[in-house]
């Protein structure tokens, strides 16, 4: 590479590089002198920035308006950034509250050890949580174990927090961290536990408590004296051992000890190792409670600790934290549905949500890219909307959003005018609370949905937060989807008890009133609903009665079947009997035996068994009739099928439409879901995209049409390649590189080979450059025209070839091509493809 001048350097500078934007004004003499003035142009310069961050929007936008859409950005992210980190603490506060129980049942109080015992009491086994974060998602428990740490310390735990690298080599490293973090010593240099024993021992007064016990025991086994006199010498002993130890001393002894391991899987095995076989070991003086953090399950353990020292030194209970599907049905349904009863101050789309999701499904199953990407998109938003900044307006209450819209300017009213449709001030800020309360009725909608998949028993997939929300916000989802959601729950809920029924209806409740505004925009629902719970209580209260009055003791009637039986019944007797009677005294004889051979006993008793099989055939069906209808009743009268006929009308009145395609809802709905395609980095996309349409990224280069001489050797060079197959061989992709810029050479512009024209037009130029000193022209033969011709072209040959390796060199560089080994002659090998791009 050849070094330029200074004049050659500043100029190719000026050519590389594109200006953005002017850097701030350096300080004036007098500012540098004494110090003097640096607020006020820190405050001006922080102007100019903000001021160039946020352009305008449309002409004559005030400067006023683009910083308060600087700030109304940082606001309405600051406040939704706070409520979703509550939430996701929220999700792990049940778990540390077992924690916390755990570290105080298991926690051993330090005991004088009596006289006569060794020091040495072997290992025990340590009290030791699990807590297993469900899966391999790091970005979401980054704060999860400080906090722990911080919780546990709140509630009066001597907590230390160790990291993989804490750990160290050997165990004396991880001792010292833990002996400074509990004693505060952050200067202490001691790395073994008598000195963490000793500690201890200070903090709890156990050490002079069984330097006094020793004391009385070799007062009691001193030779001489009877059995009273050494009683006499114990009591000494006794309450100055009693006595030594302070009222704080005596509360720290209640105190656990609980040593916190964050990513045990990547801790040293065998520092770990030798770690619990000490905090075993020491365990009667230092009683000591491990948790141990695990990324996936508790197998992981068992593969870094040998099974004897698991069963022999540790005390193990297994907690759950939050996996990342419910940390992500939490933010959805507490922040961005509204269930923390706070607006949420920006909505989002269905295209943003849709790719945030998909980003979380398919790739980092992580909450910390949902809250990268709705960064991202609110920044987007007060880039691109000229009143995003009303937004901030709205987080504080309708009455700010109309003294907001009261205030604009006759500029931005216009603009506010063709974006909401309203004419004045004042309709206005109704499109935009006509907005906000149609977002809370949606959001009661959505909370209502879920809380009868949750009571029907319908936990899968359609039925996930994060799933219900993007499908409501397609326009026809009222008329669509909802309808079968519904339909696979009515059934469950048609089946409900009253108890079930009646805690559904509760829940419904809790729910529309923990939403923004919800009771306000289901007023007409929650006054149906309790109708419809009043009803059913009265309409048990009359069942019971009815119960009770057929409970009582009553008559026993006969039905109009059972009376004819009865009477037919007799008649056959009746005919019988004197028929025997007319017959004289062999039929008295043999009345036993031959009854029903006469006519008249046959017709008789076919007359009885048909007339009691008549009335046990009406009887059955009569009965079963009645007992379906009975049935059917009971079910349409059930509580659960009241309530689920409420709830199909009441669901698609208040989902009928998605908040977001209201007229106001323009003010704090992010649209713009391209913006989100920085956090995923793909760079062999970028790379393609930089190479084939360079005006991407660099405004000042004109739309790409095709291949062109104009672009840039190695954007030339790789659309070639991209193009054609053949140019793997470098030959033939050569002779189409230099082919373009030949038929850029010729007049038309048109590609081709050189021909007669273009050298005379060369030969012409070089005349007209062909002058002496008097302005004379020198008459050329025609042999040194013809030198001259084929001078040019191997000076052009020459540079396309140094251009073109120049190109292939670059592209070889950053990773798109690579030489062909095994191939003769000069090939190379595509490395990147690209298929997606294609």
Same mark, same amino acid.
């Given at each position: 590479?050849?070094?330029?001048?200074?004049?050659?350097?500043?100029?190719?500078?000026?050519?590389?590089?594109?200006?953005?934007?002017?850097?701030?004004?350096?300080?004036?003499?007098?500012?540098?002198?004494?110090?003097?003035?640096?607020?006020?142009?820190?405050?001006?310069?922080?102007?100019?920035?903000?001021?160039?961050?946020?352009?305008?929007?449309?002409?004559?936008?005030?400067?006023?308006?683009?910083?308060?859409?600087?700030?109304?950005?940082?606001?309405?992210?600051?406040?939704?950034?706070?409520?979703?980190?509550?939430?996701?603490?929220?999700?792990?506060?049940?778990?540390? %509250?077992?924690?916390?129980?755990?570290?105080?049942?298991?926690?051993?109080?330090?005991?004088?050890?009596?006289?006569?015992?060794?020091?040495?009491?072997?290992?025990?086994?340590?009290?030791?949580?699990?807590?297993?974060?469900?899966?391999?998602?790091?970005?979401?428990?980054?704060?999860?174990?400080?906090?722990?740490?911080?919780?546990?310390?709140?509630?009066?735990?001597?907590?230390?927090?160790?990291?993989?690298?804490?750990?160290?080599?050997?165990?004396?490293?991880?001792?010292?961290?833990?002996?400074?973090?509990?004693?505060?010593?952050?200067?202490?240099?001691?790395?073994?536990?008598?000195?963490?024993?000793?500690?201890?021992?200070?903090?709890?007064?156990?050490?002079?408590?069984?330097?006094?016990?020793?004391?009385?025991?070799?007062?009691?086994?001193?030779?001489?004296?009877?059995?009273? *006199?050494?009683?006499?010498?114990?009591?000494?002993?006794?309450?100055?051992?009693?006595?030594?130890?302070?009222?704080?001393?005596?509360?720290?002894?209640?105190?656990?000890?609980?040593?916190?391991?964050?990513?045990?899987?990547?801790?040293?095995?065998?520092?770990?190792?030798?770690?619990?076989? =000490?905090?075993?070991?020491?365990?009667?003086?230092?009683?000591?409670?491990?948790?141990?953090?695990?990324?996936?399950?508790?197998?992981?353990?068992?593969?870094?600790?040998?099974?004897?020292?698991?069963?022999?030194?540790?005390?193990?209970?297994?907690?759950?934290?939050?996996?990342?599907?419910?940390?992500?049905?939490?933010?959805?349904?507490?922040?961005?549905?509204?269930?923390?009863?706070?607006?949420?101050?920006?909505?989002?789309?269905?295209?943003?949500?849709?790719?945030?999701?998909?980003?979380?499904?398919?790739?980092?199953?992580?909450?910390?890219?949902?809250?990268?990407?709705?960064?991202?998109?609110?920044?987007?938003?007060?880039? =691109?909307?000229?009143?995003?900044?009303?937004?901030?307006?709205?987080?504080?209450?309708?009455?700010?959003?109309?003294?907001?819209?009261?205030?604009?300017?006759?500029?931005?009213?216009?603009?506010?005018?063709?974006?909401?449709?309203?004419?004045?001030?004042?309709?206005?800020?109704?499109?935009?609370?006509?907005?906000?309360?149609?977002?809370?009725?949606?959001?009661?909608?959505?909370?209502?949905?879920?809380?009868?998949?949750?009571?029907?028993?319908?936990?899968?997939?359609?039925?996930?937060?994060?799933?219900?929300?993007?499908?409501?916000?397609?326009?026809?989802?009222?008329?669509?989807?909802?309808?079968?959601?519904?339909?696979?729950?009515?059934?469950?809920?048609?089946?409900?008890?009253?108890?079930?029924?009646?805690?559904?209806?509760?829940?419904?409740?809790?729910?529309?009133?923990?939403?923004?505004?919800?009771?306000?925009?289901?007023?007409?629902?929650?006054?149906?609903?309790?109708?419809?719970?009043?009803?059913?209580?009265?309409?048990?209260?009359?069942?019971?009665?009815?119960?009770? %009055?057929?409970?009582?003791?009553?008559?026993?009637?006969?039905?109009?079947?059972?009376?004819?039986?009865?009477?037919?019944?007799?008649?056959?007797? *009746?005919?019988?009997?004197?028929?025997?009677?007319?017959?004289?005294?062999?039929?008295?004889?043999?009345?036993?035996?031959?009854?029903?051979?006469?006519?008249?006993?046959?017709?008789?008793?076919?007359?009885?068994?048909?007339?009691?099989?008549?009335?046990?055939?009406?009887?059955?069906? *009569?009965?079963?009739?009645? *007992?379906?209808?009975?049935?059917?009743?009971?079910?349409?009268?059930?509580?659960?099928?009241?309530?689920?006929?409420?709830?199909?009308?009441?669901?698609?009145?208040?989902?009928?439409?998605?908040?977001?395609?209201?007229?106001?809802?323009?003010?704090?709905?992010?649209?713009?879901?391209?913006?989100?395609?920085?956090?995923?980095?793909?760079?062999?996309?970028?790379?393609?995209?930089?190479?084939?349409?360079?005006?991407?990224?660099?405004?000042?280069?004109?739309?790409?049409?095709?291949?062109?001489?104009?672009?840039?050797?190695?954007?030339?060079?790789?659309?070639?390649?991209?193009?054609?197959?053949?140019?793997?061989?470098?030959?033939?992709?050569?002779?189409?590189?230099?082919?373009?810029?030949?038929?850029?050479?010729?007049?038309?512009?048109?590609?081709?080979?050189?021909?007669?024209?273009?050298?005379?037009?060369?030969?012409?130029?070089?005349?007209?450059?062909?002058?002496?000193?008097?302005?004379?022209?020198?008459?050329?033969?025609?042999?040194?025209?013809?030198?001259?011709?084929?001078?040019?072209?191997?000076?052009?040959?020459?540079?396309?070839?140094?251009?073109?390796?120049?190109?292939?060199?670059?592209?070889?560089?950053?990773?798109?091509?690579?030489?062909?080994?095994?191939?003769?002659?000069?090939?190379?090998?595509?490395?990147?493809?690209?298929?997606?791009?294609?």
């Amino acid at each position: 590479m050849e070094w330029h001048d200074v004049a050659m350097e500043a100029e190719d500078e000026d050519g590389a590089f594109t200006l953005v934007h002017e850097g701030p004004d350096a300080l004036t003499a007098q500012q540098q002198k004494g110090h003097r003035g640096k607020a006020s142009s820190q405050a001006e310069l922080t102007h100019d920035l903000q001021l160039a961050a946020f352009p305008e929007l449309f002409k004559r936008e005030p400067a006023e308006q683009r910083l308060a859409r600087a700030a109304a950005a940082q606001q309405c992210w600051d406040a939704l950034a706070q409520r979703m980190q509550e939430t996701l603490e929220a999700t792990d506060a049940e778990v540390f %509250q077992e924690l916390l129980r755990f570290a105080q049942q298991s926690h051993r109080p330090p005991a004088p050890r009596a006289a006569g015992l060794p020091e040495f009491a072997g290992c025990q086994r340590v009290p030791t949580g699990l807590v297993l974060a469900g899966g391999v998602n790091s970005a979401d428990h980054c704060h999860t174990f400080p906090r722990l740490a911080a919780f546990l310390r709140q509630h009066g735990c001597y907590a230390a927090l160790l990291h993989p690298h804490s750990l160290g080599k050997v165990p004396g490293d991880a001792i010292g961290e833990v002996l400074r973090q509990l004693s505060g010593m952050a200067a202490s240099k001691a790395e073994h536990m008598d000195a963490l024993r000793q500690w201890y021992q200070d903090e709890t007064g156990a050490g002079r408590q069984q330097a006094a016990a020793a004391a009385g025991g070799e007062a009691a086994a001193a030779p001489g004296g009877d059995q009273q *006199a050494r009683g006499l010498r114990q009591r000494p002993a006794a309450a100055a051992a009693a006595g030594c130890a302070t009222a704080a001393q005596l509360a720290s002894r209640q105190r656990p000890l609980v040593v916190i391991v964050e990513g045990t899987e990547s801790v040293d095995e065998k520092c770990l190792r030798d770690f619990i076989l =000490t905090a075993s070991e020491s365990y009667q003086d230092v009683p000591l409670t491990l948790v141990l953090g695990l990324t996936t399950t508790a197998a992981a353990l068992h593969g870094l600790l040998p099974p004897r020292l698991v069963d022999r030194c540790l005390e193990m209970q297994h907690f759950r934290l939050a996996s990342a599907m419910t940390r992500l049905d939490g933010l959805v349904q507490q922040v961005l549905l509204g269930g923390g009863g706070r607006w949420p101050g920006l909505l989002f789309s269905r295209a943003i949500l849709s790719k945030l999701t998909d980003a979380f499904l398919n790739h980092y199953y992580s909450t910390g890219c949902i809250m990268q990407g709705l960064k991202v998109a609110s920044l987007s938003h007060f880039l =691109t909307q000229p009143l995003s900044f009303l937004a901030a307006a709205a987080v504080e209450g309708p009455a700010a959003v109309e003294q907001a819209c009261a205030d604009l300017d006759p500029a931005t009213l216009a603009q506010a005018r063709q974006a909401l449709g309203g004419r004045t001030n004042a309709q206005l800020a109704a499109a935009v609370g006509e907005a906000m309360a149609g977002w809370s009725r949606w959001c009661v909608g959505l909370q209502w949905l879920l809380a009868a998949a949750e009571a029907a028993g319908h936990r899968g997939q359609d039925f996930r937060p994060w799933k219900v929300i993007e499908e409501a916000l397609v326009h026809d989802f009222a008329a669509g989807q909802l309808q079968q959601l519904l339909g696979a729950i009515e059934p469950q809920l048609r089946r409900l008890p009253a108890a079930a029924a009646e805690q559904l209806a509760m829940r419904l409740l809790e729910r529309a009133a923990a939403v923004w505004g919800g009771v306000q925009a289901a007023a007409g629902q929650l006054e149906q609903l309790a109708a419809l719970a009043g009803g059913q209580a009265e309409a048990e209260e009359k069942a019971a009665e009815e119960e009770e %009055q057929q409970q009582a003791p009553r008559g026993r009637r006969r039905s109009g079947a059972e009376a004819a039986a009865a009477a037919a019944c007799e008649a056959g007797e *009746a005919a019988a009997a004197d028929a025997d009677l007319g017959g004289g005294g062999k039929q008295q004889g043999k009345a036993k035996h031959d009854r029903f051979h006469s006519r008249q006993s046959r017709n008789a008793a076919l007359l009885q068994k048909s007339a009691q099989q008549g009335a046990a055939k009406g009887g059955a069906s *009569a009965a079963a009739a009645a *007992a379906a209808a009975k049935r059917l009743a009971q079910e349409a009268a059930s509580p659960g099928a009241g309530l689920a006929a409420w709830l199909a009308p009441a669901l698609r009145e208040l989902l009928a439409a998605p908040p977001t395609k209201l007229p106001g809802a323009s003010v704090f709905t992010c649209r713009d879901a391209g913006a989100l395609d920085c956090l995923t980095a793909e760079p062999r996309v970028a790379l393609h995209m930089a190479l084939t349409e360079p005006h991407l990224f660099l405004p000042g280069l004109p739309d790409s049409l095709g291949l062109n001489a104009a672009q840039d050797d190695a954007c030339l060079a790789y659309s070639i390649f991209d193009q054609d197959p053949k140019c793997v061989n470098l030959a033939d992709w050569y002779q189409a590189f230099a082919a373009v810029h030949e038929g850029a050479a010729q007049p038309g512009g048109s590609a081709g080979p050189a021909g007669k024209k273009r050298k005379a037009a060369v030969k012409k130029a070089k005349k007209a450059a062909k002058k002496d000193a008097s302005g004379s022209r020198r008459v050329a033969t025609e042999g040194e025209e013809e030198q001259e011709g084929q001078g040019e072209e191997r000076r052009r040959v020459r540079e396309l070839t140094a251009r073109f390796s120049q190109a292939t060199a670059e592209l070889q560089y950053v990773g798109l091509i690579k030489p062909a080994r095994r191939r003769r002659g000069d090939y190379v090998h595509r490395v990147v493809h690209m298929p997606a791009a294609e």
